[in-house]
């Protein structure tokens, strides 16, 4: 099932089931008095939060989400049936909003929930309106009409750590040693379309899709990139070795944070230089020694190096832990 992280849709709570005139049938006396019950309420509609990321993939082709009317009053003075609440699942981190209003709704927690509709009130039966002054009544109100409205549903993932970096730059490579996610990989670029995600140890480790100069303005995958990285704590900027210029690759998605904002430039940051299997040791080391002039925390790394691996992930497994006992 391909992966979808935002869907425009049009939702519509339960409108309010009709109030009724009816009238007791006894023995001996046709007309009793008033017996017509209230319309049911309307159901509302809830957005509520599960872990699983392909949750709105379901939704795709759905454009319209209706929750059950009320129903209409019965005899005798029973109420009609309220409508059933719709309750519609999206993943843990999505962001939801109201055209008609601008409201957004965050959920970020397993299991939350939010009224996003309320459902229309029922209309009163004609035993409502009785008196003593009014022992016949043929009065009677029509259930009250629902809340609707156009939505953006959007997927803004939460992890501990993203991998980031121009396409090609080992990230899923990283990921699979790392946490064995098993993400896609292959030697051409945007081999990642949608995150992957994997356990580090309790932690979450994202592999976002790929970045390309011009994604803050929308190229390529663009804000369907930037979005994901939004919420993570730490971002692992990887850089290949590959790269005849190490650090215009680096600055090219450093750019485009700036560029998109949201004080994603100013996210904790790891850089990895990725493939030192296939580059020399003296450009390695170079590499490395520039780019400790941009960040602090700079590793060489390859998947084919065991003792590379160990020394980042114990380094990432110690950061981790001092960030989330910071919080």
């Known amino acids: 099932m391909a992966f979808v992280d935002e869907i425009k849709v049009f939702m519509q ?56 009317n009320g129903e209409a009053g019965k005899k005798r003075v029973m109420h009609g049936k309220g409508g059933e609440d719709l309750i519609i699942d999206v993943p843990v981190g999505t962001v939801i909003t109201n055209f008609n209003t601008g409201k957004k709704h965050n959920l970020v927690k397993e299991e939350e929930t939010a009224l996003l509709l309320k459902g229309g009130n029922g209309g009163f039966g004609n035993d409502h309106f009785k008196s003593s002054t009014n022992v016949c009544p043929q009065e009677w109100t029509q259930g009250e009409k629902s809340e609707c409205a156009d939505f953006l549903i959007e997927l803004e993932l939460i992890a501990d750590a993203g991998f980031i970096g121009l396409p090609s730059a080992g990230k899923s490579s990283l990921l699979n040693t790392l946490t064995h996610a098993h993400a896609k990989i292959g030697a051409y670029s945007f081999t990642t379309l949608s995150p992957n995600l994997g356990d580090f140890y309790g932690f979450i480790l994202a592999d976002i899709p790929g970045l390309i100069e011009g994604a803050s303005s929308g190229k390529g995958l663009g804000f369907s990139f930037l979005r994901h990285i939004k919420r993570t704590k730490i971002v692992l900027h990887c850089v290949s070795l590959e790269n005849e210029d190490a650090q215009l690759a680096y600055r090219t998605v450093q750019e485009e944070f700036k560029k998109y904002g949201n004080d994603l430039a100013n996210k904790k940051e790891i850089i990895i230089l990725t493939k030192s299997d296939i580059a020399s040791a003296s450009v390695s080391e170079k590499t490395l020694q520039e780019m400790k002039k941009l960040r602090e925390d700079v590793f060489v790394v390859s998947i084919h190096n065991p003792d590379s691996i160990k020394q980042f992930r114990d380094f990432l497994i110690q950061t981790l832990r001092n960030i989330n006992t910071d919080i």
């Not at 309420?41 to 379901?58: C, E, H, N």
């Open 13 to 68: 709570a339960g409108r309010g089931g009709d109030g009724v005139v009816r009238w007791l049938h006894e023995k001996g006396k046709e007309f009793g008095g008033p017996a017509g019950g209230n319309g049911g309420k309307g159901g509302d509609v809830y957005a509520r939060a599960i872990r699983d990321l392909s949750i709105l993939a379901r939704y795709r082709h759905k454009t319209k989400f209706q929750a059950e």
